[in-house]
């Protein structure tokens, strides 16, 4: 138990390192760079104030208006985040319609039309020409290290769902494990929980019993994985205090 602790625990902190590393290139993108120091610390206080308050966003705009602020750019800070959130968003699409074939033959057709949706809300989305112009700004030079850091991230959250599978007795084999993960995963992401609960264990359980193992079991490993991402993100309480690091350094470097 405390191996598999402390391997969540670092999947977690990885992927805050690689989403922290993504967003500045974002905002550097922008014309409005924060440092990696700054922006990890940002991205951890995010994910815990993401897993305690309702939403499941609250924390990312948190991160994006505090951003804004200090910069003198608030717009720019909020967009900066839902750039951030839609690359990874977009890259983990991606993964799971690779994964489709991994998944039992009753979830492959419903699985293709939910994604289908989804690319197509993206698409409609990128047709409006000040949206278009401001992603190519911001991932202009930077799109395949946005994209590998988005991928790996993605791989963070999708081993530390295996691990909650495993931890709650699911014996089903691990490629059909990694397709359910990334189809969870995308619905978590869905702005509508209570403290980080809610879609994802909504889904899961549609997608564990349609798979046929069972809608209990896909609750209860999405609890599982929800008690461990929070625990994992229980160190971003040290982040909650404490000015811009960033701005206070070059102010004092000014005097």
């Known amino acids: 138990r405390h191996t598999r602790y402390w391997r969540d625990w670092s999947s977690d902190v990885c ?3 690689l989403c922290a590393r993504r967003w500045s290139l974002l905002t550097t993108g922008l014309g409005m760079a924060i440092p990696f120091r700054e922006a990890y610390r940002g991205c951890y206080r995010a994910q815990l104030l993401n897993a305690t308050l309702p939403g499941g966003v609250l924390g990312d705009l948190h991160r994006g208006y505090r951003h804004g602020r200090d910069a003198g750019a608030l717009g720019r800070g909020l967009r900066s985040v839902v750039w951030d959130r839609a690359s990874g968003q977009v890259v983990q699409v991606g993964l799971a ?5 991994l998944l039992p033959p009753a979830l ?7 994604l289908a949706v989804l690319v197509l809300l993206g698409l409609a989305l990128l047709a409006a020409a000040p949206v278009r112009r401001e992603a190519g700004t911001a991932l202009h030079g930077v799109w395949p290290e946005v994209l590998l850091l988005s991928a790996l991230a993605a791989g963070g959250h999708v081993l530390v769902f295996l691990v909650a599978a495993r931890t709650a007795g699911v014996t089903a ?3 059909h494990l990694l397709a359910l993960a990334l189809l969870v995963l995308l619905a978590s992401a869905l702005p509508l929980s209570i403290a980080g609960w809610g879609p994802r264990e909504g889904a899961a359980a549609w997608a564990f019993g349609t798979a046929g193992l ?3 079991t896909g609750v209860e490993v999405a609890v599982v994985y929800g008690v461990m991402s929070l625990v994992a993100t229980l160190p971003g309480i040290l982040a909650l205090e404490g000015g811009p690091a960033w701005r206070s350094e070059e102010h004092t470097s000014e005097l």
């Open 15 to 17: 992927s805050s390192d």
């Open 97 to 101: 319609v690779a994964a489709v074939p």
């Open 108 to 114: 492959r057709g419903w699985a293709l039309a939910g």
């Open 173 to 175: 084999s691990t490629p």
């Open 214 to 216: 069972g809608a209990t």
